[in-house]
Nanobody
Framework: QVQLVESGGGLVQSGGSLNLSCEASGAIFNIYTAGWFRQAPGKQRELVASLTTGGRTHYAEFVKGRFTISRDNAKNMIYLQMNSLQTEDTAVYYC????????????WGHGTQVTVSS
């Protein structure tokens, strides 16, 4: 079992930045693919970015060039640096850890709210 706790959300003006953190505990973290998802009101949860154990990243088109995912296995941490935030980025952001090939399943955090004002 892996427990995930997100932090770093908040209210920011359009064009601003936030850095989300996700702390993992309970199991050997570095064997899992890490991901950040988000869910806006009335919309389905969607993948924002992922990072495999081998260091391969994937970004949704709508965040490419603005967001950066990273991990520190020694500290059991996953990060999402978000720059040039837009009002459309407003959502609850969730951290995910999953076995390779199972991104979006296995373990979830409770989410952290990101609100971008115009």
């Amino acid at each position: 079992q892996v427990q995930l706790v997100e932090s770093g959300g908040g209210l920011v003006q359009s064009g601003g930045s936030l850095n989300l953190s996700c702390e993992a505990s309970g199991a050997i973290f570095n064997i899992y693919t890490a991901g950040w998802f988000r869910q806006a009101p009335g919309k389905q949860r969607e993948l924002v970015a992922s990072l495999t154990t081998g260091g391969r990243t994937h970004y949704a088109e709508f965040v490419k060039g603005r967001f950066t995912i990273s991990r520190d296995n020694a500290k059991n941490m996953i990060y999402l640096q978000m720059n040039s935030l837009q009002t459309e980025d407003t959502a609850v952001y969730y951290c995910n850890a999953a076995a390779p090939g199972r991104l979006g399943t296995d373990f979830w955090g409770h989410g952290t709210q990101v609100t971008v004002s115009s």
